[in-house]
């Protein structure tokens, strides 16, 4: 399931490399399908959708140049991103007078690739599947609540734990809005480094900083008309902090770099998973940005408090990985483990624990076999309502000898960073030093990024 809502298209000849592009953009949260060569590219975009492509320029069959030329006479706004090991000037002119997008130069950091992608990033209207989930009451007054503001400009902050479907509900915010035609763009606080986010909220001019070489829209341009979300917003630095406040109350943004302001027409949603009124008291978050951005606040319960979400979602999420079509039924032994279950990992965790479900069955019904949970004592029978279950609510007291094996799956993570680092994020090389399979390497991966661990990476040699 794409946080975004987009779908990349990554056109690369040398798996690893081509591996390595898409766990990136995947951990970003885009939708991610893949070619190895350009051939093979034009053959899928012809029975799919996608929204960027990126490819490199030396592939055999069919190379970069001659593909960007293949798109724009099929798809002329579709955007592509060129990647080349030679970082000519005469070849990017060429690609740029193609009608390339944008080209990137290896080697390059996984930084830069998720900061390039970001600019084409609009992200598209929800319709179908992506509509809100709400049979539970309490979801029912937070949908009713949000259509209500939906139909006023006003800025609204949306609260809760990791997972309950924040983004999901913004959008369904901008959907219900006068806005609805126009962009809606996302942008994630906690994912980039401070000077990064600055230059992508709000753009830069050519010459600003090294690396500038022409001039970007930002964020807030890109939303013109539309709706912008703020994503954790808590975790913008405090500096940051003060030239979001000044764009928010004059509407106009200055690039970095520029001399004039750009008059905005942008609403802002903004979300947090954390207590901003604390984050104010400790001195994180500044008061008069607070209160510019809590104009209208609504707070969505986690999972375990709105139980009868929690299996209309199972199927929602059941329907959208039955790629064959056929009817999956649900044992009444599984519903009632999944309806039990208090979910720590909110939606999120209920998403991958479907997705895994799917993957073992055999049959037309998901019985209580296929489901595995991160922590089957976590359960909602023996949990007093309103307990926190997240990561960042419960305080770590492991009890049973549970603290030793806390330290050692926190040692073996941090190993496997300082590979990755040291390996310029390879993954064969990686599981080489390591001592592991590269199937291994990619269990333990995805497990790091289910927990939320940023993985280092440089791609391209």
């Excluded at 766990?23 to 590219?41: H, M, P, Q, R, W």
């Excluded at 029975?47 to 724009?72: E, P, Y």
């Amino acid at each position: 399931m794409s946080e975004l809502g987009l779908t990349i298209l990554v056109v690369e000849d040398d798996d690893l490399l081509r591996e390595a592009l898409c766990d990136t953009l995947k951990f970003a949260g885009y939708n991610v399908v893949f070619a190895s060569d350009g051939i093979e590219a034009l053959a899928l975009l012809h029975r799919q959708l996608v929204d960027l492509v990126v490819s490199d320029v030396q592939m055999a069959a069919m190379d970069g140049h001659t593909l960007l030329q293949n798109i724009k006479a099929i798809w002329p706004s579709l955007p592509v991103v060129l990647m080349t090991a030679f970082g000519c000037v005469e070849k990017a002119v060429e690609a740029m007078r193609d009608g390339a997008a944008d080209y990137l130069t290896k080697p390059f950091e996984a930084e830069v690739l998720i900061e390039m992608v970001s600019r084409f990033a609009v992200v598209k209207k929800t319709t179908g599947s992506n509509e809100m989930i709400a049979e539970d009451p309490r979801a029912q007054q937070v949908v009713d609540l949000a259509r209500r503001v939906a139909a006023s400009d006003a800025t609204v902050m949306l609260s809760g734990e990791s997972g309950t479907g924040k983004e999901v509900l913004a959008r369904f915010i901008h959907d219900n809005s006068a806005r609805s035609d126009a962009p809606f763009v996302a942008i994630n606080c906690a994912a980039l480094p401070e000077t990064m986010l600055e230059s992508i909220l709000f753009g830069y001019e050519k010459g600003a900083f090294t690396g500038a070489h022409q001039a970007r829209a930002g964020k807030f341009e890109q939303a013109q008309g539309g709706t912008l979300l703020l994503d954790e917003i808590s975790e913008m630095d405090i500096a940051l902090q003060a030239k979001l406040l000044r764009v928010l109350q004059e509407k106009e943004v200055e690039r970095l770099g520029g001399k004039s302001t750009i008059d905005l027409d942008v609403r802002v949603l903004a979300t947090t998973n954390r207590d901003l009124r604390n984050e104010v008291s400790a001195g994180r978050f500044r008061e008069d940005l607070f209160y510019r951005l809590n104009v209208f606040p609504i707070a969505l319960a986690p999972l375990r408090e709105r139980r009868g979400d929690i299996l209309p979602l199972v199927r929602r999420f059941v329907d959208e990985q039955n790629g064959e079509g056929q009817v999956v039924n649900l044992s009444p032994e599984a519903e009632q483990i999944l309806h039990d279950y208090a979910w720590p990992g909110n939606i999120r965790e209920l998403h991958n624990v479907v997705q895994r479900a799917m993957i073992l069955l055999t049959g037309a019904t998901l019985t209580e076999a296929d489901i595995h949970l991160e922590d089957p004592a976590c359960n909602l029978a023996t949990l007093p309502l309103g307990t926190p279950t997240s990561t960042s609510e419960m305080k770590s007291e492991p009890v049973d000898g549970s603290a030793l094996e806390n330290d050692l799956r926190n040692h073996e993570q941090q190993i496997i960073v300082d590979a990755l680092k040291a390996e310029h994020g390879r993954r064969k090389e990686t599981a080489e030093r390591l001592g592991i399979s590269p199937r291994t390497l990619r269990y333990k991966l995805a497990k790091l990024r289910d927990e939320g661990i940023a993985l280092p990476g440089m791609y391209g040699t």
